[in-house]
């Protein structure tokens, strides 16, 4: 058997984030050979994981990444089963050395076969199941492009916001950053009223006529006073034509042309744990 020093135990548990016994006695299985150390951690995970397969994930830390010039950026969460977990150093650590991986990948495949530290993000994930004892797994991932984009990450680390701009112009990044905070308060269903789907405003439409139909209404007119209560729900739920959460007296289009008068959002992303 081989003889595994205290300097190898540590070197792997920097490496992996297991704790020292876990560490020894993969070094111990593999005969001293981290590869093979690093695998064993992994196979501990993956039986981990199967066990733990039908267990909630709902805690986690949401993560908002953007490219150096702030026309990519994705939003991502890594998920966890309790908030003690959520709020060890160590797991918020590695979500943000994560999102290092994420910024060059635009879907959730691509960034779960990026290449990471020995394999992959996959293979990370897997690991830090078996190292923490918990269901760990990567959540909800969007990716955007655009001529400017800010962020926001809420103080309690469970939601992310991304929400793009027209163009780079002076203001912009501020303008970014209070409609990033609109999307993380007012959680818009779409950006305006073509892109919310056809079963949701199916599904309003339904809803409204039944409550004029308990409020006595004729059938009659039902149509056409949906109609108008699906204008109010446009209103309220697509983000151009919500009313911004810093002046209720103009919408969040207007206050971004107050900016310029050039200037349009054209998309958002919004990642939210729990």
Do not use: W
């Not at 943000?96 to 530290?117: H, Q, R, S």
């Not at 809420?154 to 939601?159: F, G, S, V």
Request: include cysteine; hydrophobic fraction near 45%; charge should be negative.
């Amino acid at each position: 058997m081989a003889k595994i020093t205290a300097a190898e135990v540590n070197k792997l548990r920097k490496m992996t984030g297991a704790g020292m016994m876990d560490c020894k006695k993969a070094l111990v299985e593999a005969e001293g050979d981290f590869e093979k150390a690093v695998e064993v951690l992994r196979k501990k995970g993956q039986k981990v994981a199967a066990k733990r397969a039908d267990r909630e994930s709902s805690e986690g830390v949401a993560v908002a990444v953007l490219n150096d010039d702030k026309t990519k950026a994705v939003a991502f969460s890594l998920n966890c089963e309790t908030d003690f977990v959520a709020k060890n150093d160590d797991f918020v650590a590695l979500a943000n050395k994560l999102g290092e991986v994420a910024i060059n990948c635009k879907t959730k495949e691509e960034f779960l076969a990026a290449p990471f530290e020995n394999g992959t993000v996959a293979d990370k994930v897997t690991e830090q199941t078996g190292v923490i004892g918990e269901k760990i797994e990567i959540g909800d991932f969007k990716f955007i492009e655009a001529g400017f984009i800010g962020s926001y990450v809420h103080a309690n680390k469970k939601i992310a916001t991304l929400v793009g701009l027209s163009a780079n112009v002076d203001g912009v990044d501020e303008a970014a950053h209070n409609v990033a905070m609109q999307v993380a308060a007012m959680n818009p269903v779409a950006l305006d009223e073509e892109g919310v789907p056809t079963d949701i405003i199916e599904k309003e439409i339904e809803i409204a006529k039944e409550q004029l139909r308990n409020e006595g209404k004729p059938e009659a007119m039902l149509d056409k006073i949906a109609q108008g209560k699906l204008k109010r729900f446009f209103k309220d739920n697509t983000l151009v034509n919500q009313m911004f959460i810093k002046d209720n007296k103009t919408s969040v289009a207007d206050y971004v042309k107050s900016v310029n008068p050039d200037l349009k959002v054209t998309g958002f992303a919004r990642v939210a744990l729990g």
